[in-house]
């Protein structure tokens, strides 16, 4: 089984960085994400505690998630978020809030990305006790892993899902 220190080592590797956010042509996604990573020192890989998942048909799954920089999430704190997330998810049509987070990039947007202005899941999150809950679209598989960067005070994140 791959650990969290296992990963952020690999992701000083620019060729795992292109597996994981490049391909295709989006090697620019990489080489900005690599250029990130390895410009700062506070960044690691965290584990992604899914609260609810929708399955649409045809390979389009979204999930609610959070995560915390340093480890799991309290199995008491998931207790709590899962139902509201699972309200949430019925609630709203997930397929209209779900991200790829395909490359580093900040987890609520920081205003440029699209993702900015669907503040629901900002309001799920705790972030006095560094608890973030992110919408995803998959992929690839179940999101397990998070890759995240702090520079200028904005949390930046990235799914990994080869590790």
């Known amino acids: ?4 220190a296992e990963i952020t080592a690999r992701l000083d590797d620019f060729a795992f960085q292109k597996v994981n956010f490049g391909g295709f042509l989006m090697n620019k996604r990489a080489k900005n994400s690599h250029a990130l990573w390895t410009r700062n020192s506070d960044k690691g890989v965290t ?3 899914i609260l609810a998942t929708r399955d649409y048909g045809d390979n389009n799954v979204y999930d609610v998630a959070a995560f915390t920089l340093d480890g799991s999430v309290p199995a008491e704190v998931l207790a709590e978020l899962a139902p509201q997330a699972e309200a949430l998810a019925d609630r709203i049509n997930l397929r209209e809030h779900g991200y790829v987070y395909s490359c580093l990039e900040p987890w609520d947007g920081g205003g440029s990305i699209w993702i ?6 900002r309001a799920l999150s705790r972030l006095d006790q560094g608890i973030h809950v992110i919408p995803i679209q998959r992929l690839y598989g179940e999101p397990r892993w998070l890759s995240w960067v702090r520079e200028n005070g904005q949390l930046n994140i990235a799914i990994v899902y080869k590790p």
Request: aromatic share 8%; glycine share 0%.
């Open 116 to 121: 900015s202005k669907k503040p629901e899941f």
């Open 1 to 4: 089984m791959t650990t969290r």
């Open 47 to 49: 584990e992604l505690s």
